[in-house]
């Protein structure tokens, strides 16, 4: 077995591993699991909602069950390699996991497969981590990945300051920590219900990973530019632009996400505009993508991947919204395209007649935040 293997499996020992072997926390587990294996590329929500629903659960049970199958999903390649392929036995091999089994008769392959094996994710991601940041990083990737992200915020700066923002949560037993690299984002300590907090039913606070903040304050925007965010999704960019002085309009699909960001806007003393009129100062497109830079966060988000890059979905939407939004920039404006993705294949974007002026990738093992890519591209000049 080689180091690559290894390189996802606890390096502490679970205490409360008993608990697992109770029959209403298991059989919650395997229905829990179940559940979200029945659609897989939904696999994320339906744990969600399956977790608010069943209310036998008392609140330490739900997170044992929610440790567990995020858990056999995390390490479901892993485990399958081990033996254990079935529900109730890939339930048995992760305790044993977390138990400090190590597997030592695991045989290795070569560093491609043996790092999918231990992430979870096929070997052509791998082999697209390696091409951009060599072997050693992709390793540190990868361990990286195997773990949970942590919870990080920012104040909205048109209600406070970081400073005013930590000392309103240290009141109510919430510690945190600045977040390197950002004016206003912080880092959560522990774990905590934040919505139910004090400080964000004032609207002093937005949970956002600094990954988007480092984002949202590289555009530079000055007061009252025209900016479209174009995919907008619960707006939490969009947010945080206008709360940084900028008019902000949202074009988003999917009304529900619309009605979100609008309630959060209204939460946070903020507004934004439903529309995509044209001649903007900047448009974001913050497109659909394979998620693989929030694998820390959405385990699940494993099971949509194809085995094969080409079978890959995402690039020919990404270019086909890139081409729509790039109409509504003004003659002398810009156009970020950006993704919660570490892959290539879906991180350069091409546009005729538009030249790179910037390009920006993030790491979770380098920046301690979500994988996330940008690109600002402007018009090229005119011959």
């Known amino acids: ?126 082999s697209d981590w ?3 940041i060599g072997e050693k990083n992709c390793a540190a990737l990868v361990r990286s990945l195997s773990h949970r992200a942590p919870i990080q915020i920012r104040c909205s700066p048109n209600r406070c300051s970081r400073k005013e923002l930590q000392d309103r949560l240290r009141a109510e037993n919430i510690e945190t920590t600045p977040i390197p690299d950002t004016l206003f984002g912080l880092t959560v300590t522990h774990r905590c219900n934040l919505q139910a907090t004090q400080a964000y039913r004032e609207g002093l606070l937005e949970i956002q990973d600094a990954a988007s903040q480092r984002f949202c304050e590289a555009l530079g925007l000055t007061k009252n530019e025209r900016v479209l965010d174009y995919c907008a999704g619960a707006g939490g960019k969009a947010l945080f632009l206008s709360a940084l002085g900028a008019q902000i309009y949202i074009h ?78 003004s003659p002398n404006g810009q156009l970020a395209y950006a993704t919660c993705s570490m892959l290539s294949a879906e991180n350069n974007p091409s546009l005729v007649g538009w030249e790179v002026k910037d390009q920006i990738q993030l790491w979770p093992h380098l920046d301690d935040c979500d994988g996330f890519g940008w690109t600002i591209l402007q018009r090229e000049p005119a011959h």
């Open 252 to 329: 988003e699909p999917r009304k529900k996400a619309v009605e979100e960001a609008h309630k959060r806007a209204k939460r946070c003393g903020l507004t934004i505009t439903s529309d995509a009129p044209h001649n903007m100062d900047l448009v974001i497109v913050d497109a659909p993508c394979s998620g693989t830079g929030r694998l820390r966060r959405e385990p699940a988000l494993r099971w949509r991947y194809p085995q094969s890059e080409a079978e890959l979905e995402w690039p020919t939407l990404q270019r086909q919204i890139l081409f729509k939004a790039a109409k509504h920039v």
């Open 130 to 132: 390696i091409t951009q």
């Open 1 to 126: 077995m080689t180091d690559y293997l290894r390189l996802t499996l606890p390096t502490e020992h679970r205490t409360d591993l008993h608990h697992f072997e109770r029959a209403f926390v298991r059989e919650h587990i395997l229905e829990a699991y179940r559940a979200a294996s029945e659609k897989p590329s939904h696999a994320a929500p339906i744990l969600s909602r399956w977790l608010r629903t069943h209310r036998s659960l008392g609140s330490k049970d739900r997170r044992r069950v929610s440790d567990a199958v995020y858990g056999m999903i995390r390490h479901g390649r892993f485990l399958n390699y081990a033996g254990f392929n079935t529900d109730e036995t890939l339930l048995r091999g992760w305790c044993q996991m977390q138990g400090g089994v190590r597997f030592e008769d695991l045989l290795a392959q070569n560093p491609v497969t043996d790092m999918g094996i231990a992430l979870g994710v096929p070997d052509w991601m791998i």
